[in-house]
């Protein structure tokens, strides 16, 4: 599938780094650095634009080594880049360490996986169907009898 790309970042559009990546790297879009102190967030840019078919969503997730090395992560995870937004894919970042983080211009700071999906219609009865877990939930799965 192809999709239409606008990059204003000085760096190539986001890639796939091997055969069986899922997520393409976004990197930071920005000037100079910008250092978060600890529980702060910021949007970050990208200069990146897309347009997606219908059908098809831009999932934004963190990136796991700068979450585990860094502390930094995404505040809305994951987030939707819907396939009539036009705007440019902007990263709400935060630091989740005890110590400040710096981002620099170019770091990749999150991943981004397309996706499909199905849009519904509401069908409203008055019950659900049973099942062997029916309305158990929040670890109701993993408890021992």
Do not use: C
């Not at 890639?15 to 976004?26: N, V």
């Not at 219908?54 to 860094?70: F, V």
């Amino acid at each position: 599938m192809k999709v239409k790309i606008v990059n204003h970042a000085p760096w190539p559009a986001p890639a796939y780094a091997t055969a069986g990546s899922a997520g393409m790297d976004l990197r930071a879009h920005l000037d100079a650095p910008v250092t978060l102190h600890p529980l702060q967030r910021r949007l970050i840019p990208t200069g990146i634009h897309i347009e997606l078919p219908p059908g098809y969503e831009a999932q934004i997730r963190p990136r796991s080594g700068l979450s585990i090395k860094k502390g930094l992560t995404l505040v809305n995870t994951p987030g939707t880049i819907d396939s009539d937004y036009r705007g440019e894919i902007r990263l709400i970042v935060v630091n989740l360490s005890d110590e400040p983080q710096t981002i620099e211009p170019g770091d990749r700071v999150a991943q981004m996986v397309i996706a499909r999906y199905e849009r519904i219609e509401w069908e409203e009865v008055n019950e659900l169907s049973d099942t062997e877990r029916g309305s158990g939930g929040f670890g109701s799965t993993g408890v021992r009898g």
